[in-house]
């Protein structure tokens, strides 16, 4: 990925603050993680108001030797207000962008980001004024590289070219119940440029094997067929699926569990036959074959 080398599964600390963990536990997760290759984790300024953040920081602070083994990767952009005072909005100017990546760098106690993602597409955006900010943050030192996550292909493109090229992913939300940049022709765009998306909520936020609604169940049921054919778990046939398309993505798990780390790693490993990936393509019935 341009100037930076991400593990192939990475992991994520959105729900970070609802684990209750301490700085030592927190640590202990990411040893386990590094154990088995995985060595990406992804946050972001607004995940539970910086505190994220702070406690990746605290972690990290136990055992500095591990900031150089690890890559770590953080948003900004999103601006949350108090509904009284301020209201929630979006932020990628130039002084913003510099001024939020650099709040992050405090809370995770490290000198730079290993890849820095404009959080949300904003409709506000100014494409010239937020590539500025994101090569003057590369050239000083404070990130290795630079993406976006949830954006559209026109404002990917935009963005793109204002940077002449530099973008390095496009993290988005793709799972057997969310068809959302296949949609958009997000997916078609990154194949042409050669750019690996990352995925979030690779499980649906884990509604895939928690929701009972008739969509679930169809793709549950393709699922579990699947699972027995290649004797591996449910979820480990998503994450074939997912990195199984040409695209060549980069899943990012959301759980706080090893074992269900370690299911994401065995299902990259696991090739699927190619009518199997229309299988649960069309599962959910979202999508029909013509
Ligand atoms: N860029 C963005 O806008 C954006 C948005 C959302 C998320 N993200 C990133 O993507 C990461 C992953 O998102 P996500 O957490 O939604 O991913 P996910 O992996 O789809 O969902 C994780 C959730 O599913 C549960 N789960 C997993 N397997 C399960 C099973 N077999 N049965 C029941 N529950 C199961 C997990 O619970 P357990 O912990 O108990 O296993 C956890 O609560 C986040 O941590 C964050 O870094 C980015």
């Known amino acids: 990925m341009g100037d930076i080398t991400l593990s192939r599964v990475v992991q994520g600390y959105w729900r970070l603050t609802s684990w209750g963990w301490s700085p030592d536990e927190l640590l202990h997760h990411m040893n386990e993680c590094l154990k088995r290759g995985v060595t990406t984790f992804d946050t972001a300024a607004v995940y539970g108001g910086g505190e994220c953040e702070r406690q990746i920081g605290k972690a990290l602070?136990?055992?500095?030797?591990?900031?150089?083994?690890i890559q770590?990767?953080?948003?900004?952009?999103?601006?949350?207000g108090d509904g009284v005072t301020s209201y929630s909005h979006y932020n990628t100017t130039y002084h913003h962008v510099i001024n939020a990546c650099k709040e992050c760098l405090k809370r995770l106690g490290t000198e730079y980001a290993d890849l820095l993602l404009i959080h949300r597409e904003d409709p506000c955006m100014d494409p010239r004024e937020c590539g500025r900010a994101l090569k003057a943050l590369k050239t000083e030192g404070l990130i290795r590289a630079y993406g976006v996550s949830n954006f559209d292909p026109w404002k990917f493109n935009a963005l793109y070219?204002?940077?002449e090229g530099e973008l390095v992913t496009n993290q988005i939300e793709l799972n057997p119940v969310c068809f959302?940049?296949?949609e958009s022709g997000m997916m078609d765009l990154l194949a042409?440029?050669?750019?690996?998306?990352?995925?979030?909520?690779?499980?649906?936020?884990?509604k895939l094997f928690t929701g009972t609604d008739d969509e679930i169940l169809r793709v549950r049921f393709v699922l579990s067929e699947l699972a027995e054919k290649y004797g591996t778990t449910e979820s480990a046939v998503v994450y074939a699926w997912l990195t199984s398309h040409p695209v060549k993505a980069l899943p990012v798990c959301g759980s706080n569990r090893i074992d269900r780390l370690e299911e994401a790693l065995e299902g990259v490993e696991t090739r699927l036959e190619h009518m199997d990936w229309y299988r649960i393509y069309t599962a959910s019935g979202q999508k029909v074959l013509r």
């Open 161 to 163: 070219h204002a940077v």
């Open 192 to 206: 042409d440029y050669g750019i690996h998306p990352m995925i979030w909520s690779p499980l649906a936020g884990g």
């Open 180 to 182: 959302e940049h296949f």
């Open 72 to 80: 770590l990767v953080t948003k900004v952009g999103i601006v949350p």
């Open 61 to 69: 602070a136990l055992d500095p030797s591990l900031r150089g083994r």
